[in-house]
């Protein structure tokens, strides 16, 4: 049974370019959530996804930053006109709809992402 | 808003013994859920253990178990045995009841010595 997986693993930008970061949940998850994890701080959730939907964007930043989770295929975090201070570790997590384990988030391996 | 506080950055305990991390939250909830994640260097954020905040018993996995004390909002893991594959960030985490995104806490670096 494969786990989250999320591509590329690392991803290398000049500023201004697009960054796509991909992220297939494990099979039989509804749920995808996005974080980001500055070096040396702890994971900040950035946006919560069911297929074709954003249920809470709470925490993207309002520029820039979008999100989707088609009906086919991975979910899509992209960032346009990368600039530095995006270059974090950014984490994909996933979650079945209901039932047991409904509660827990199981987390992708996370793309590095470095804006040079 | 709820927030998490792990309130040491760096552990370091002898293989073989006994070291407990501390994390300590603040929520006006009464059902929500807790977690430790590990993270080793290779980055991966790993589910050590879970605790149902209506549930009064402590979570145990293998040698990792937990200290939740709900009225004092404090839930601290103890790792006994320790083994060198232990040494890793270990992050707090909090999701409330009917919300999906959980708040960590700024993390602990466990170092585990020979």
């Known amino acids: 049974n494969a786990g989250v997986m999320q591509n590329p693993r690392h991803l290398v930008r000049r500023r201004g370019q697009e960054a796509r970061l991909r992220c297939s949940p494990m099979?039989?998850?509804?749920?995808v959530y996005w974080y980001r994890q500055l070096p040396e701080e702890g994971l900040k959730f950035m946006v919560y996804?069911?297929?074709?939907?954003?249920?809470?964007e709470s925490g993207m930043p309002k520029e820039r930053f979008s999100a989707e989770f088609p009906k086919e295929g991975p979910s899509i975090l992209r960032i346009q006109q990368v600039v530095r201070g995006d270059s974090a570790a950014y984490f994909c997590?996933?979650?079945?709809?209901?039932?047991?384990?409904?509660?827990?988030?199981?987390f992708g391996p996370g793309t590095r992402l470095l804006v040079l | 808003a709820q927030t998490v506080t792990q309130s040491q950055p760096e552990m370091s305990v002898q293989e073989a013994e006994t070291v407990t991390l501390s994390c300590t939250y603040d929520t006006s909830e009464s059902d929500y859920y807790l977690f430790w994640y590990k993270q080793p260097p290779s980055r991966q954020m790993i589910l050590v253990i879970r605790?149902?905040?209506?549930?009064?018993q402590n979570a145990t996995e293998n040698r990792f178990s937990v200290n939740f004390q709900k009225a004092a909002k404090s839930f601290s893991l103890k790792i006994s045995d320790s083994q060198l594959g232990d040494a890793a960030m270990y992050f707090c985490a909090y999701r409330r009841q009917g919300a999906q995104k959980l708040v960590f806490g700024q993390g602990t670096r466990l170092t585990i010595n020979p």
């Open positions: 996804l069911q297929k074709e939907n954003i249920i809470d």
């Open positions: 605790q149902e905040a209506y549930k009064q």
């Open positions: 997590a996933s979650s079945p709809l209901a039932g047991e384990g409904s509660e827990t988030q199981y």
């Open positions: 099979k039989g998850h509804s749920h």
